[in-house]
C-alpha cells in the first residue's frame, strides 16, 4: 500500500451504549422486570448492530448468519455458533454478510452484567472467586468453542427465569465458560502473572515504561540492568508474567497502538510506522502481518465495516 491518506468514515469513535436508549421495542426487557442479569434477542439489520461499547459486559452469541466480527483492534469473521464474552467499555460489532432479502429474525442472544455486583459477591462467597479469572480475560473480548450448544440451552434459561432462579441459571453458564480451556483472545495482550504482589507491581511498572513512549528505543538489557536482574534472568522473569518474549511484547504493544492509530486517525502509514517505534516501513509491514495476519493498508481499509459501511 502506498502512503497516501485515506478517506474514513467521518464518525471514527465508538458510540456509547446508555440505558435510555435501551427501549424495549429493540428488544431490551423492561428495566422494571430484570434485575443485574439482563438478556436482549434481536435480528439483523437493526440499530442495535453498530460500533459500540458499554460499561457492562456482554455475552453474545450468534445463531444465525455469517460475517465479520470486530472487537476492539481485532477483525475476524463469524458463523452460528460463534460465542464471544466482551468485557466492559471493549468497543465491538457484529456484521452480516450474508444477509438475506427481508433480514434476520433472530441472529443474536446477549446478556448483559455488570462487574460490581459479582466482585463484591465474590469477596464474600468464594465460590464466585472462580469468575473472576474469567471477568478478567474479558477485557480483551473472549471467544469460545465448542460451547455452542450448550450456550443455546444455557441463554434460553437464564431468559425464561427471574429473580434467584435467573441468578442460578446465570452463575451455571459462567461456570461453564470459566471451565473452558478452547478459547482465544480477540484484542491487546493480556498478563498472565500469578507472582505475588511485589513481583506484579516490578512487571506493571515495566509495562509503563514500555507504553509510555513506544517511539523510544528500550532493550530488555537496559531493563535487567535497572531492575539489578542479570539479562537472563529478566527474559525469564518477564516471559513468566507476560507469556512472550520481551521482543515479542514489545512488538505487539506497538502493534496494537498503530492499529488505534489506524481506526481512529487518517495520518501516513509511515508516519505511524515511526509514531510507534518501529525504524522502517518494511519491518512494520512485515510485523504487522504476523500479529493481524493482513497488512496496515488493509487493515484501515477493513475498519469501515465496523460501522456496516461498504466501500
Request: glycine share 8%; with cysteine; aromatic share 10%.
Amino acid at each position: 500500500m502506498t502512503a497516501s491518506r485515506r478517506t474514513l468514515p467521518r464518525q471514527r469513535q465508538p458510540e456509547l451504549e446508555h440505558d435510555r436508549g435501551r427501549s424495549p421495542e429493540l428488544g431490551y426487557e423492561p428495566p422494571d422486570t430484570t434485575g443485574s442479569i439482563r438478556c436482549l434477542a434481536h435480528g439483523f439489520p437493526t440499530p442495535l448492530a453498530r460500533w459500540h461499547y458499554h460499561d457492562e459486559y456482554e455475552l453474545h452469541l450468534i445463531v444465525a448468519s455469517s460475517g465479520k466480527t470486530f472487537v476492539g483492534d481485532y477483525i475476524g469473521y463469524f458463523q452460528p455458533g460463534h460465542l464471544v464474552l466482551t468485557g466492559p467499555r471493549l468497543p465491538h460489532n457484529w456484521i452480516s454478510l450474508d444477509l438475506p432479502q427481508g433480514g434476520i429474525a433472530e441472529r443474536d442472544l446477549v446478556i448483559q452484567f455488570a462487574h460490581a455486583p459479582i466482585a463484591q459477591a465474590a469477596a464474600h462467597l468464594p465460590e464466585l472467586a472462580e469468575l473472576l479469572p474469567l471477568l478478567d480475560r474479558a477485557r480483551n473480548g473472549v471467544e469460545f468453542f465448542g460451547l455452542s450448544e450448550r450456550a443455546v440451552d444455557h441463554w434460553h434459561k437464564v431468559k425464561a427465569r427471574q429473580g434467584l432462579a435467573r441468578l442460578g441459571a446465570f452463575c451455571e453458564f459462567l461456570a461453564d465458560l470459566a471451565r473452558c480451556t478452547d478459547y482465544r483472545l480477540l484484542s491487546h495482550a493480556q498478563l498472565q502473572s500469578e507472582d505475588n504482589a511485589a513481583q506484579l507491581d516490578q512487571i506493571n511498572a515495566i509495562l509503563s515504561r514500555i507504553t509510555a513512549d513506544l517511539g523510544q528505543p528500550l532493550s530488555a538489557a537496559q531493563l535487567a540492568a535497572e531492575l539489578g536482574m542479570s539479562e537472563s534472568r529478566f527474559s525469564r522473569f518477564f516471559r513468566r508474567a507476560t507469556g512472550n518474549t520481551f521482543t515479542d511484547f514489545v512488538n505487539q504493544v506497538r502493534i496494537n497502538r498503530a492499529c488505534q492509530l489506524l481506526m481512529e486517525s487518517d495520518q501516513y502509514i509511515t508516519h505511524i510506522c515511526y509514531e510507534v517505534g518501529f525504524n522502517n516501513v518494511a519491518n512494520f509491514n512485515r510485523r504487522f502481518l504476523d500479529f493481524k495476519g493482513m497488512t496496515p493498508g488493509e487493515f484501515r481499509r477493513q475498519v469501515d465495516g465496523r460501522f456496516g459501511i461498504k466501500r
